[in-house]
T-cell receptor
């Protein structure tokens, strides 16, 4: 167990809807990164939050947005869901933003868009 | 575009053998390299990380890094059926902070 938790575990939505996914970071970690993992692929970086500010973003459209709270927990919001958004969404926490910091993943949220 | 390449496999080895997993990366400025294990339906679990050229050993696992060749590998000695999983290589570059670039993973099956 990494101490990183995510909710919900599974989610089913229809195209066009909006979804919010939640992540609690490991104790002592102030940085949360979100990844999307499609079936058979490696995780793809969505964005990272450090001390409540976005600290880097991958190649994802603006309908993917996020927040980080003072306790370092984080939310991922996706608007106008598309079928291709169906994936495992992973959050990872780390102790800072150095490229040498390890990232520890939560169990993930499996999103299905119908 | 930063590329991380892995042979998707599947790689099959008999129990007790050495499994060798390979990863190449395109960005010569990459500084840190991580290996994750992912069981089917689960999230990635960190196995090892390596920053310097050469070998790093942790129990049955050895990570090897050759920055000149832009190559990192993971050796699993005395492979066990419980090692059957997908192994993901992740690369980090300082110009993108703590953003990890992942390969597509190599599926390993250890045959009893």
């Amino acid at each position: 167990e990494t101490g990183v938790t995510q909710s919900p575990t599974h989610l089913i939505k229809t195209r066009g809807q909006q979804v919010t996914l939640r992540c609690s970071s490991q104790s002592g970690h102030n940085t949360v990164s979100w990844y999307q993992q499609a079936l058979g692929q490696g995780p793809q970086f969505i964005f990272q939050y450090y001390r409540e500010e976005e600290n880097g973003r991958g190649n994802f459209p603006p309908r993917f947005s996020g927040l980080q709270f003072p306790n370092y927990s984080s939310e991922l919001n996706v608007n106008a869901l598309e079928l291709d958004d169906s994936a495992l969404y992973l959050c990872a926490s780390s102790r800072g933003t150095s490229s040498y910091n390890e990232q520890f993943f939560g169990p993930g949220t499996r999103l299905t868009v119908l | 575009q930063k590329e991380v390449e892995q042979n998707s496999g599947p790689l099959s080895v008999p129990e007790g053998a050495i499994a060798s997993l390979n990863c190449t990366y395109s960005d010569r400025g990459s500084q840190s390299f991580f290996w994750y294990r992912q069981y089917s339906g689960k999230s990635p679990e960190l196995i090892m990380f390596i920053y310097s050229n050469g070998d790093k050993e942790d129990g049955r696992f050895t990570a090897q890094l050759n920055k000149a060749s832009q190559y990192v590998s993971l050796l699993i000695r005395d492979s066990q059926p419980s090692d059957s999983a997908t192994y993901l290589c992740a690369v980090n570059t300082p110009d993108t902070g703590n953003q990890f670039y992942f390969g597509t993973g190599t599926s390993l099956t250890v045959i009893p």
